[in-house]
């Protein structure tokens, strides 16, 4: 599909932006604006993502790589297309290491299945940092814990930023496997992705990246990471709950046993025997999400037509623009780093004697939207010594307005606690 | 919003009734709420009749489940073990007195099912063998 975007020279056009998105254009609380800073949770969907899925139920709906008829052909087509988007997206080599999947947990349940079972053994040293979501930490644990290998948790410094000391002396020690997110969804923090990457390498372990907070948000580039696996979740960059992708290296998922098995992903099937099918659909069992799959397509087309690299930058703008205003408020503390250095426009902070969900509960009533929780991310939270946070996520539709209105909530939220 | 944060619930959240360690507890049951880290320990000092004849509780945690801990607690001394274990979720949001949203039910509920689960002896939630009050 074509998207038509404005072409401004440096900033977005946020308006413009913004009369894509219909959901912003309605009220909340009794009448206030929607503030929607929960990006980091999920986004919003432009019309042009609503619009493509809509023509495939309207106009095209068969099911994929099966009938050898009209319908059925367009939609393997636009299923396909989709996949050759979001390859391009990451810049992957080939379309086919483009495995679709429900989102970044799927994806690297995936591989902790159809790799891990077979290559980690007793013994072995896995490596994560504390800065991971459930979705890269869980799985790992839990595999550590079936085939008696060690998970190696690295610490971040005060700032949150890996300690990258730390992470060189454990992988001195051996890995297996370094599996380590791109972008901190608690704290925004971006690590320097490509040189873990290239350090792991050189230590012989095969390399995962959790980017669900990251391909939504920044260029990524997956041989420019040089990593073998890389998950992301459609969801977080305007496409539908349902859609996401893991990317593996070939010559890694060819070697690899299917993750689930039944239709659409055998070749032959006997009563005592199975062959699999060819790269990518030996990992999509069944039905893929084809419509979902569509809307990401649809998602990378606007979100590449805008430009990665200025979207990031607008959101940076952004946490310019509240940050420093934050910090002026006593009684504040925000987690993680101060500068615009290496993060995203992600801004997590508490406030003194008011629960985050209290201060959640406060922002609704006017209209603000954030997250007040643990995020996923009980290790970093203990780490940080805290419960929960709120956290406010900004993206390429907020505007300095609405982060006014979130200082203005922290106001008020303040003042009832006083 | 100010329907919400009503001073009593502040003034509750802020200077709870009834907190603090009941050394002589002879009941005694902690639970939390993981989605925001809610944690209320309930503690009971039941006489030999079966009365309660004394009750604390420590918590941490938003306004709404400290505020609901620290109210429930008024009414527990001089109730008797069948009593407490009566007590409903309609009871317990209706002392509060204000509407509680459904993102926040479990955060105003925690302190009835932490006095439940002292109420009948237990220690912690065991699985998922004794029904949620809610």
């Given amino acids: ?291 979902d799959a569509v809307g990401l397509g649809a998602a990378v087309d606007y979100l590449s037509a805008v430009g990665m690299e200025r979207i990031h930058a607008h959101e940076l703008e952004l946490v310019g623009y509240v940050l420093p205003r934050l910090l002026e408020i006593p009684g504040i503390t925000v987690y993680g780093s101060h500068t615009l250095e290496d993060r995203v426009g992600v801004v997590s902070f508490n406030l003194e004697g008011i629960h985050p969900h209290d201060v959640a509960t406060i922002f609704d009533s006017e209209g603000v939207c954030v997250r007040a929780g643990h995020h996923c991310n009980q290790p970093l939270m203990t780490r940080l010594g805290c419960v929960a946070t709120t956290r406010a996520s900004f993206y390429l539709y907020n505007t300095t307005a609405e982060c006014d209105a979130l200082l203005g909530a922290i106001a008020k939220a303040r003042k009832i606690f006083a | 919003m100010d329907d919400l944060y009503r001073d009593y619930i502040l003034d509750h959240y802020k200077n709870p009734r009834n907190a603090g360690e009941l050394p002589d507890a002879t009941h005694r049951y902690h639970d939390t709420n993981p989605l925001c880290g809610d944690e209320i320990t309930m503690m009971l000092k039941v006489d030999d009749a079966g009365v309660v004849d004394d009750v604390r509780f420590i918590g941490r945690g938003c306004a709404i489940s400290q505020a609901s801990a620290s109210i429930l607690t008024e009414e527990v001394k001089g109730k008797t073990l069948d009593e407490l274990r009566s007590l409903d979720r309609d009871h317990v949001l209706g002392n509060l007195g204000i509407t509680i949203s459904p993102a926040r039910i479990k955060c105003a509920l925690l302190s009835l099912k932490a006095l439940k689960g002292s109420a009948w002896g237990l220690t912690a939630w065991p699985g998922e063998e004794v029904p949620d009050p809610a």
């Fill in chain 1, 1 to 291: 599909m074509t998207t038509v975007l404005p072409r401004a020279a440096a900033a977005l056009d946020v308006g413009r932006i913004r009369a894509d998105f219909p959901i912003l254009g309605r009220t909340v609380a009794g009448g206030k604006p929607l503030v929607y800073l929960d990006n980091a949770a999920t986004s919003q969907k432009p019309r042009q993502v609503l619009e493509a899925m809509d023509r495939v139920y309207r106009e095209h709906n068969a099911n994929i790589h099966r009938g050898v008829y009209e319908l059925s052909e367009e939609t393997t087509a636009l299923f396909e297309g989709a996949r050759a988007k979001v390859a391009a997206f990451i810049n992957a080599p080939h379309s086919r290491e483009v495995i679709f999947c429900r989102n970044a947990t799927e994806g690297i349940n995936l591989v902790a299945y159809a790799w891990g079972r077979d290559n980690v053994k007793r013994g072995d040293r896995i490596l994560v940092s504390v800065l991971e979501h459930h979705s890269n930490f869980v799985p790992w644990q839990q595999l550590a814990k079936e085939a008696g290998a060690e998970l190696v948790v690295i610490d971040i410094d005060d700032e949150g930023r890996l300690r990258r000391d730390e992470f060189e002396r454990e992988l001195r020690k051996g890995a297996r496997l370094v599996a380590i997110t791109h972008t901190s969804n608690g704290l925004g923090t971006v690590n320097p992705v490509r040189e873990l990457t290239a350090q792991a390498k050189a230590a012989g372990a095969v390399v995962l990246i959790d980017a669900a907070q990251a391909v939504p948000h920044t260029p990524v580039d997956v041989q420019e990471l040089g990593c073998d696996f890389l998950a992301f979740s459609g969801h977080k960059m305007l496409a539908p709950p349902g859609s996401g992708a893991v990317w593996g290296r070939t010559e890694l998922l060819e070697r690899m046993r299917p993750f689930l098995y039944g239709g659409d992903m055998i070749s032959r099937v006997a009563v005592d025997l199975s062959t699999w099918n060819e790269l990518p659909w030996k990992f999509e069992a069944g039905t893929s999400a084809y419509v």
